[in-house]
Each structure stands twice: as structure tokens, then as C-alpha cells.
């Protein structure tokens, strides 16, 4: 499926944040030219974790892109990247404000070579404001975003909390998936009025609005509501079951409640609870309620119980490792689809888009060497050959 093909975007971001917007475009048929510079390229390449010293974030990010080595900050380099610019849709960069000007690739610059591109300035803190010309890792845009989960170790150390990859992550993805939608809305303006547009946006910003939920109750309610929310929730709830695993069943309304109680051969409690004026009720004050269900929910074990509860379509479901996950056919089977192989010869399992069709489906073009297909993409943009001779003899390109 590659719904997109025909677009052509130049990303001459740098690391994960605007390699995780592109990827968006590639996986989806997009023309994504991987720009790097010499002699080393982008160091995504370096970012763990690795597999036979192959980092998995750039075997998975920047697939189906080619690789396009060029020097900026070459003159000669920069007359490339307008010879390029001419025949693109887009173009996406991550540098601090003002680098881009100074190397004669900013959006004046480029626009008014092309009027239809849309150029997308996805950096750490945006365009303005006292931290917009900070340098920054992901980390840092999650610690001023309030996304960065710390913990204080008994040796006075303070680390990553238990879930690093919890919210910080999907808070990074989401600002990623933001970026990229508005980024394919641009595009189809252009396409409609033959203008394009510069979108300004800073990371962090991206991963408050992720957490739009979270920050609308703070804001609103002077915390959060989840968080601060008294436990156990009877309806609402973890039970431990005969085998020791957990399930979460959530009947918090009337109708899955009185069907979970009488499957648990429970008839008795469908009572208890006040459903005059609401639709759901957690059980929040019979605290009472959660014990008595718990004794009931050691009786079988947690497969027993999903298997009755999602017959009878009661909200429920295993609390899953990452194992559990990855290995069920229906979960990260559907996902976890796309293979490899190293030079190494190891084949390596990566993970498809959202979307796939039939679901897993997708299969790609491993991510390119650094400045692989160079020559190729000169070609395909048409690029004149006194441009590709001068920057060659100044050493912006790689000999051909």
C-alpha cells in the first residue's frame, strides 16, 4: 500500500525526532532523500539499542528512504540542495533556529525557488522564546515537557523512573505523528493552490499536546485526575487469579456489571452501587466490594476468566508482559512483520505502520547505507551537471 507515492521529500533533520516524521511518509510510499553529511552521516546510526552493531531506532526509522550525501555547509553543497529543492514537495530540517539561513536552505530561501514546497521546521523548543536556541536530547524536551518519569535510588542517585519508555516514549511518538499530520495537511493545500507553507514546530511543545488530557485536568482541576485517584476502583480494577497472573475488568456500567456478577456467580453484589443519576460508577467508596470480588476471582485462573468475560463482551483483559505482547498473533503478531537482513546475515524483525492491508502485509526497503544512493537521486531530480561537477571538485559530493 504506498498511498503516497509520488511525493518527494528532502529530510535533512538530524537523530530520531525528524527521522520519526519522515519515516511516517516513507513506510507509506513517499520519496524520503535522507540528506547527510560527510563523512559520517547522521548519527542515528549510532543511537542504541544495536543488533550486530546495527542501531535498530535507524533500521526501523529510516527505511525505504535513500541515503544522499551532501555538505551543507559548502556553497557548492547548498547549489545542490537547490537543484533538488526545484523538483520536491517538501522538506523537513532539526537544526537551531537560524542554521538553516545561514547555509541558504531556510524556507525564504527554498520557496522562492519552489512556491508549492512546504518545509517543515521540527526542532526542540521552536523558532522563538528564551529555549529556542538550546541544543537538546529527548530527555531534556521530556523533563521541560513534564514527561520524563525520575526516581530516587536508596544510593542518592537520581535516575529514570520504572517506566522510561512509558510516557516519555509514546509522548516522543505522538509529537512525531503531530508533526506529520499537519505536515501531509500542508501538502495537500499545495496540491490544491499550488502554495506552500512553513510549520514551525518545537518538540516539546509536540509532547505537551500529546498529553492533552493529562495538562487540561491540571490545569483546569489543580491535578490529575488518574493519578491522584484513590485505589482500589472495584469496577475499575486488577485481580489476581488462581495462577497467580492478573486480569483488569472494567464493568463500570450497569449492564456489564450485572453481567460480570452473575458470571463470577456473584448475583448478590449487582446491588451494590448507586446508578439513580450516572451511567458508569467505579465503586470508588466500597472499598469493601474489591475484596469480596478478589476472593471470588482466585477461584480459576486468568485464562478461565477471559475466556467467560470476553464470551459475554465484558471490558477486560490480561495484564500482558512485553513477552506477552509481542508473542500474541492479534497484538504485536499483526505488527512486528517487517524483516531484515544484516550484512551480517542476522535477520532482524522490525515494526510495520498502523494501516496495513491486508494487516501484516507490510514488508520494506532496509534502511539505506550512509550516501548509497547519491548518484541515483542526482539523476532522478535532474540535477545539471555543472552543479554535480562543481560540488564534486569542492568536495560537497562524494566522488561518482
Request: hydrophobic residues 40%; negative net charge; proline residues 7%.
Amino acid at each position: 500500500m504506498e498511498p503516497l507515492a509520488g511525493l518527494r521529500i528532502l529530510d535533512l533533520s538530524q537523530l530520531l525526532p525528524g527521522a520519526a516524521v519522515t519515516h511516517y511518509f516513507s513506510d507509506f510510499g513517499a520519496d524520503v532523500i535522507k540528506i547527510e553529511t560527510p563523512p559520517r552521516g547522521d548519527y542515528i546510526r549510532e543511537v542504541m539499542p544495536h543488533v550486530d552493531g546495527i542501531s535498530l531506532q535507524h533500521l526501523t526509522l529510516d527505511r525505504n528512504k535513500r541515503s544522499f550525501s551532501l555538505d551543507l555547509k559548502n556553497p557548492a553543497g547548498t547549489a545542490v540542495l537547490h537543484a533538488l529543492v526545484r523538483s520536491a514537495d517538501a522538506v523537513v530540517e532539526s537544526s537551531r533556529p537560524g542554521t538553516m539561513a545561514r547555509r541558504q536552505a531556510d524556507y525564504a530561501t527554498l520557496s522562492e525557488l519552489n512556491p508549492r514546497i512546504v518545509y517543515l521546521s521540527f526542532t526542540g523548543y521552536g523558532q522563538a522564546g528564551p529555549y529556542s536556541h538550546l541544543p537538546s536530547h529527548g530527555s531534556n524536551l521530556a523533563s521541560f515537557a513534564g514527561v520524563n518519569p525520575i526516581e530516587k535510588r536508596e544510593d542518592g542517585v537520581i535516575v529514570h523512573g520504572a517506566t522510561p519508555y512509558g510516557r516519555y516514549r509514546a509522548s516522543m511518538e505522538l509529537g512525531a505523528l503531530q508533526a506529520a499530520f499537519v505536515m501531509l495537511a500542508a501538502l495537500r493545500e499545495a496540491a490544491q493552490t499550488g502554495k506552500g507553507r512553513y510549520i514551525d514546530i518545537g518538540l516539546v511543545h509536540a509532547l505537551i499536546r500529546g498529553d492533552y488530557a493529562a495538562y487540561t485536568d491540571l490545569v483546569n482541576n489543580g491535578h490529575y485526575h488518574w493519578v491522584t485517584l484513590e485505589q482500589p476502583t472495584p469496577r475499575y480494577a486488577y485481580y489476581e487469579c488462581s495462577d497467580g497472573l492478573v486480569i483488569l475488568v472494567c464493568p463500570v456500567e450497569l449492564r456489564f456489571w450485572s453481567s460480570f456478577c452473575e458470571l463470577i456467580g456473584r448475583p448478590e453484589l449487582v446491588e451494590r452501587g448507586d446508578w439513580s443519576d450516572r451511567v458508569m460508577d467505579f465503586g470508588m467508596a466500597d472499598i469493601p466490594l474489591y475484596h469480596e470480588v478478589q476472593e471470588t476471582m482466585r477461584t480459576l485462573t486468568r485464562d478461565e476468566w477471559l475466556a467467560r468475560f470476553m464470551e459475554a463482551g465484558i471490558p477486560c483483559s490480561p495484564v500482558n508482559s512485553g513477552e506477552e505482547a509481542c508473542a500474541d498473533p492479534y497484538l504485536g503478531g499483526q505488527l512486528l512483520v517487517d524483516e531484515v537482513t544484516l550484512p551480517t546475515g542476522r535477520r532482524v524483525t522490525l515494526m510495520g505502520p498502523l494501516g496495513q492491508d491486508p494487516p501484516g502485509s507490510f514488508r520494506s526497503r532496509p534502511a539505506p547505507t550512509f550516501g548509497r544512493d547519491t548518484n541515483e537521486v542526482l539523476a532522478d531530480f535532474g540535477v545539471p551537471e555543472h552543479v554535480v561537477a562543481t560540488a564534486r571538485a569542492e568536495g560537497a559530493l562524494p566522488a561518482a
